[in-house]
């Protein structure tokens, strides 16, 4: 069966500092990946997808960016963080159908 | 410009009674809906979905309906539980793109 997975399940980083958040899935080959970002109180917004390795479509120009160095692996990363760059971080998959499928998520805290 | 709207924030049920969930989209392009609960500081579970070729789509306790002529989704359950108590998701999504586009959620509450 697949799984996924995302690290840490905790951020508070400062102002200024960078960022790296990792996603993993296990159980399948050549998935489409997704990160969405869910800001306090708001429904989920797709900031990166990719449908193989080293191709990301951006939908929201902003302070992030994603690489994808291996089939299975999604990286979200950020050279100088945002007050603004708060919230809770989701990486999802999906293979054939439109359904996604959501890892456990990362709570960041820039302060 | 929000394309999937979701104009409750909240609802609350006795236990045993119907819950209904209402969405609306205004992109003609999707063409596929899908709902998705989440509980705190948890990732969004599926739950049920629809094409856009069907009118009503059936699980267990849980049934999506889909009008498309007045862009409109909505989720029943029935009977609801308390264990239904999260927030649901209203997503849709276009073949060509793939990814999925979300409403600002609606939080369910079912009273015992």
């Known amino acids: 069966s697949q799984t996924i997975h995302q690290w840490p399940a905790t951020l508070v980083q400062p102002v200024g500092s960078p960022l790296s958040l990792e996603c993993t899935v296990e159980?399948?080959?050549?998935?489409?990946l997704y990160w969405y970002r869910q800001a306090a109180g708001r429904g989920l917004q797709l900031l990166f997808y990719?449908?193989?390795?080293?191709?990301i479509s951006s939908e929201v120009p902003q302070n992030l960016s994603a690489s994808r160095p291996q089939d299975r692996q999604f990286i979200l990363s950020s050279k100088k963080l945002l007050l603004s760059d708060s919230g809770f971080y989701l990486c999802?998959?999906?293979?054939?159908?439109?359904?996604?499928?959501f890892g456990p998520g990362t709570r960041l805290t820039v302060t | 410009d929000q394309q999937v709207k979701q104009n409750s924030p909240s609802l609350s049920v006795q236990e045993g009674r119907i819950s209904i969930l209402n969405c609306d989209y205004t992109n003609s392009m999707f063409d596929y809906f899908l709902w998705y609960k989440k509980y705190p500081a948890e990732g969004p579970t599926f739950l049920i979905s629809?094409?856009?070729?069907?009118d009503k789509n059936e699980d267990g306790r849980f049934t999506v309906f889909l009008n498309k002529s007045a862009k409109h989704l909505s989720l029943h359950i029935v009977p609801s539980q308390p264990g239904d108590s999260a927030v649901y998701f209203c997503?849709?999504?276009?073949?060509?793109?793939?990814?999925?586009?979300f409403g600002s959620g609606t939080r369910l509450q079912v009273q015992p």
């Open positions: 999802a998959w999906s293979v054939l159908g439109h359904e996604q499928y």
């Open positions: 990719s449908v193989g390795i080293g191709q």
């Open positions: 629809i094409s856009s070729i069907k």
């Open positions: 997503a849709a999504s276009d073949t060509g793109r793939r990814a999925l586009t």
């Open positions: 159980g399948t080959s050549n998935p489409n």
